[in-house]
């Protein structure tokens, strides 16, 4: 099992619609990327959280320290925002950190 | 202001050939690292740097190796490529280990094909 969990793995909506993608991981942790993957593109950073809230335009991230597990939202979603969406923890372990990746989230807005 | 700029951005290699992708990055951090990223699986890391002359392991080093010998730069070698090795990679800096309080800065990958 990975320590980092992404839901789910393929995700297709009609524009307009409000987008959820979830990272749940299993151990402590001291920040929480979100990032965004185009297809044959490079990769761009989101967010960085280590608590609560922040938004950007439409994007909105949460992050839950107690329940681990943070979300991703896109609000009046459109076909620009199609890419793969990917979590990665700063996942703490014996005084040594390491940057875990999700397997990412593929999202389809269909116009 | 160009953050990270890897090259090449496709390389077809033959099975037993060497390349080198290159990394520059032009914010001045410390952290740098090369990823690469196989189909269904998150990125795995190859190598890090904490600075000019310092180098470690990542999780996946074999068949690589890296240098830095200034801040800017830390390229990745790819020695006897082999099939496995048919991935893409991807360099990122930050300021801080991890990206912890702040952004990671990510290149747009090279896409490596070894026949």
């Known amino acids: 099992k990975n320590e980092v969990e992404q839901s789910p793995q393929n995700l297709t909506a009609q524009e307009g619609e409000f987008i959820t993608i979830n990272c749940s991981y299993s151990?402590?942790?001291?920040?929480l990327h979100w990032l965004q993957q185009h297809p044959g593109g490079g990769i761009v950073s989101l967010f960085m959280?280590?608590?609560g809230k922040k938004k950007h335009g439409r994007l909105i991230a949460t992050i839950n320290i107690q329940e681990k597990h943070s979300s991703l939202h896109i609000t009046a979603s459109h076909p620009r925002d199609s890419a793969v969406y990917i979590c990665?923890?700063?996942?703490?372990?014996?005084?040594?950190?390491?940057?875990?990746f999700g397997t990412g989230t593929r999202l389809t807005i269909i116009p | 202001n160009a953050g990270v700029t890897q090259t090449p951005k496709f390389r077809i290699l033959k099975i037993g050939q060497s390349m080198t992708l290159q990394c520059t990055q032009d914010?001045?951090?410390?952290?740098m690292y090369w990823y690469r990223q196989d189909p269904g699986m998150g990125l795995k890391l190859i190598y890090y740097?904490?600075?000019?002359?310092i180098t470690d392991k990542g999780e996946v080093p074999n068949g690589y190796n890296v240098s830095r010998s200034t801040t800017e730069d830390f390229p990745l070698r790819l020695e006897l490529a082999a099939p496995s090795q048919t991935s893409v990679y991807f360099c990122?800096?930050?300021?801080?280990w991890g990206g912890g309080g702040n952004t990671i800065y990510f290149g747009e990958g090279s896409w490596l094909t070894v026949v």
């Open positions: 990122a800096s930050s300021y801080s």
């Open positions: 151990v402590g942790i001291s920040a």
């Open positions: 959280l280590s608590s």
């Open positions: 990665a923890a700063l996942i703490s372990n014996f005084g040594n950190e390491k940057l875990t």
């Open positions: 914010m001045n951090h410390n952290y």
């Open positions: 740097s904490v600075g000019a002359g």
